[in-house]
């Protein structure tokens, strides 16, 4: 199983970033897929969830309203788009998924938004 974030970088407060997460290794379809973050200090969160069909969502209270997940099963890619970015927001994101049993994890990518 791979994990593989991209999309990350350096923006203004307000601005906005779309992260990509590229799986394989499994049946990316029958999946649910999760983007977490965790920011310098603090302990890994739970950003957003979407479903195997992508019918499915949920949010962090603090993500509601300015990101979205989605999901393209033809290309095993799970995005997270967000918009409003505020500097609270600046923490290492990752994409994880439970498949055979196991949890797995990208090596995540950094977002930093400067005020």
């Known amino acids: 199983v791979q994990l593989v974030e991209y999309g990350g970088g350096l923006v203004q407060a307000g601005g906005s970033l779309r992260l990509s997460c590229a799986a394989s290794?499994?049946?990316?379809?029958?999946?649910?897929m999760g983007w977490y973050r965790q920011a310098p200090g603090k302990q890994r969160e739970l950003v957003a969830t979407?479903?195997?069909?992508?019918?499915?969502?949920g949010y962090a209270d603090s993500v509601k309203g300015r990101f979205t997940i989605s999901r393209d099963n033809a290309k095993n890619t799970v995005y997270l788009q967000m918009n409003s970015l505020k500097p609270e927001d600046t923490a290492v994101y990752y994409c994880?998924?439970?498949?055979?049993?196991?949890?797995?994890w990208g090596k995540g990518t950094l977002v930093t938004v400067s005020s």
């Open positions: 994880n998924t439970r498949a055979y049993d196991t949890n797995y």
């Open positions: 290794g499994f049946i990316f379809s029958i999946n649910a």
């Open positions: 979407i479903t195997s069909s992508g019918l499915g969502t």
